[in-house]
């Protein structure tokens, strides 16, 4: 075979592996999922926020919109606060729509947009990493067909179609090219990456410190376990580097059948495991629900074969979802044709407009129609203003520590075995973790008796970009055993100690 026709069947391989990958026609059961997930996910954040959507995004509060930061004043419009209390509500009725299939794609589109809006006009709580995420998975769930089945919309249109069938016709369900959900499985993959390239430039986190830090607080929500894993912080150092590490495999592993199922199952307990350890409860929902795009039709079909035969052999199972079924038929409209769907749907926007600006208005949350008048402004006590106004604050110096640990092996930078009993002559390793941020500082490190004399003294400088400084110390093996402490100074104070305790150094008996 000559050389350009080498050429020539490779470029067609290439673009026939291209369209396959784009164009193919499957089933869209995986952003059908989505599409049911992700709005609900985010309806539940609009409820939270919308009692105070007056004060958060219109001209009547105090909006801090994305755009000031960059000095792109007035780069959208700020709204009257009647105006936002009545959209923010329909935003909500938007993503109900949307997660149940109802004129899926306007639906789609609107909750994309006033989405977007809303977290432009609040940088400080609105626009965080999740709402970034959702709002393109939104923007592509809206140009893809995602609503075709498992949805108001397909109801209704089979519905009509099965009244002009024959009763021998096999319904079979419908088929689009997959592009929309390929660009959702980039972005994401695209996501982890970068997330990875991050953190390998992000000072403290491999060595697990910022992970640490932030376990310790309850900057996002209340977790039950962070704390407790601040305990083994080589722990934390070791979870850094497989997060790390799993998200750059998973771009190259989520194509596959197994590498799919690993790389999904390990996202989905990191994620929630963020939930238990750092207190994340939105952004780990939003990432879990996209994760279904992976989905494709084979898979689909895998799994309802296997819940198939779970429910054949399984009689509650039957029992329970035939139940189920009656309910549904219960509840279902008989009567709505396919042409009242618009109407009906443009009827609960206007509803939930106008039920929504009453029932702020009746509210009255900010006192406007109080019959003892509007509320006044109060003169602040003067010591709070004297507060407030006098001098900045020095930072003590032992809120620059954090704790002292001692023990006597070392890995990744912690030490790795914690205790208070030592032997005589047994190198002892002291390590004092720094609260950031501190200046260059030059730490003392005492090892003292019960009494308070010092037996051995040492000490570094622990520059602004540590966090931590380890000290080694060698009691002589004629110490008396007994109670020792290990005083840790900054500035001639001492600011942390350490009770040890020294054991005897027992010498090999002779046969």
Not at 68 to 82: A, E, K, R, S, V
Not at 246 to 257: G, H, L, M
Not at 321 to 350: C, D, H, M, N, Y
Request: net charge positive; proline share 5%; charged share 15%.
């Amino acid at each position: 075979m000559d050389a350009p026709e080498v050429i020539s069947t490779a470029n067609h391989s290439f673009r026939d592996r291209f369209q396959n990958f784009f164009f193919a026609k499957e089933v869209p059961y995986g952003l059908a999922i989505v599409r049911m997930l992700l709005p609900m996910i985010l309806l539940g954040t609009v409820c939270t926020r919308w009692s105070y959507s007056r004060e958060l995004f219109s001209a009547d509060g105090a909006p801090a919109p994305l755009a000031d930061i960059f000095q792109y004043y007035n780069y959208l419009p700020i709204l009257p606060g009647t105006v936002v209390v009545g959209l923010f509500a329909v935003l909500g009725f938007f993503l109900f729509c949307s997660s149940i299939g109802w004129m899926t794609r306007f639906s789609l589109i609107a909750s994309t947009i006033l989405y977007t809006y809303f977290c432009f006009m609040d940088c400080i709580s609105m626009a965080t990493k999740y709402s970034v995420i959702a709002t393109h998975a939104l923007f592509l769930l809206s140009l893809s067909h995602c609503g075709a089945i498992w949805s108001v919309d397909s109801w209704l249109k089979n519905r009509k179609q099965k009244q002009s069938w024959p009763q021998y016709t096999k319904y079979e369900l419908p088929q689009f090219e997959v592009w929309p959900q390929r660009l959702m499985q980039i972005l994401i993959c695209l996501v982890y990456f970068g997330a990875a390239i991050t953190k390998m430039h992000t000072p403290g986190y491999l060595e697990g410190d910022q992970i640490s830090y932030w376990a310790m607080s309850r900057y996002n929500n209340p977790h039950p376990v962070g704390e407790l894993m601040t305990l083994y912080p080589i722990l934390l150092s070791v979870m850094s580097y497989i997060a790390m590490i799993w998200e750059i495999a998973f771009v190259f592993v989520v194509w596959r059948k197994w590498g799919r199922i690993i790389g999904i199952a390990m996202g989905t307990a990191f994620h929630i495991g963020t939930t238990f350890s750092l207190g994340l409860y939105i952004f780990p929902m939003v990432s879990i629900s996209i994760y279904f795009c992976f989905l494709n039709t084979g898979d689909v079909q895998w799994i309802s074969a296997r819940f198939r035969r779970l429910y054949r052999k399984g009689g509650w199972v039957y029992q329970l979802s035939a139940e189920f079924r009656q309910l549904v038929e219960r509840f279902r409209p008989q009567s709505l044709a396919v042409w009242k769907s618009p109407a009906a749907w443009a009827t609960g926007i206007s509803a939930v407009l106008v039920l929504s600006i009453y029932v702020e208005h009746q509210q009255d949350l900010y006192g406007l129609r109080r019959a003892e008048g509007k509320m006044t402004l109060h003169e602040v006590d003067p010591e709070l203003v004297a507060q407030v106004m006098g001098p900045e604050q020095i930072m003590r110096v032992k809120d620059k520590f954090l704790s002292v640990d001692v023990g006597t092996q070392l890995a990744g930078g912690w030490i790795i075995d914690r205790k208070q009993e030592f032997k005589a002559g047994e190198m002892i390793l002291v390590q004092c973790a720094l609260n950031p941020p501190h200046e260059d500082i030059w730490i003392d490190c005492h090892f003292c008796e019960e009494n308070g004399r010092i037996v051995q003294r040492t000490g570094q400088i622990a520059p602004r970009e540590n966090m931590r400084a380890t000290f080694q110390i060698y009691p002589s093996e004629i110490l008396e055993p007994g109670n020792y402490y290990v005083s840790i100074k900054s500035k001639g104070k001492e600011v942390l100690r350490r009770s040890i305790t020294l054991l005897p150094k027992l010498s090999p008996v002779a046969n």
